[in-house]
Nanobody, 112 residues
Framework: QEQLVESGGGLVQPGGSLRLSCAAS????????MGWYRQAPGKQREWVAS???????SYAASVKGRFTISRDNAKRTLYLQMNSLKPEDTGVYYC??????YGQGTQVTVSS
């Protein structure tokens, strides 16, 4: 079954950390591009971070220096380490592959 399954979200206080995971089926784990996106309440989905050919990483300005994207090819899993979380990081986080497929998302809430 072709799928992307995100996990690791939750409620965290400002300044805290979370690590998101995205487990992919073999056909869904792209070599060329994998990325994380998020959608805050009432806003459009936005790009957060991506990894190209498993090597080159890029980040949105709002998360650069706080978030780290990585992948484990043997486990077909994409990760997003999120540190120094802020309330404005709240939203549903999705992983996406080069074919434009998204998972179901995982909720991240940053609140005291």
């Amino acid at each position: 079954q072709e799928q992307l399954v995100e996990s690791g979200g939750g409620l965290v206080q400002p300044g805290g950390s979370l690590r998101l995971s995205c487990a992919a089926s073999e056909s869904m784990f792209s070599i060329s591009f994998m990325g994380w996106y998020r959608q805050a309440p009432g806003k459009q989905r936005e790009w957060v971070a991506s990894i190209i050919h498993g090597i080159t990483t890029s980040y949105a300005a709002s998360v650069k220096g706080r978030f780290t994207i990585s992948r484990d090819n043997a486990k077909r899993t994409l990760y997003l380490q999120m540190n120094s979380l802020k309330p404005e990081d709240t939203g549903v986080y999705y992983c996406r592959n080069s074919g434009g497929s998204y998972g179901q998302g995982t909720q991240v809430t940053v609140s005291s």
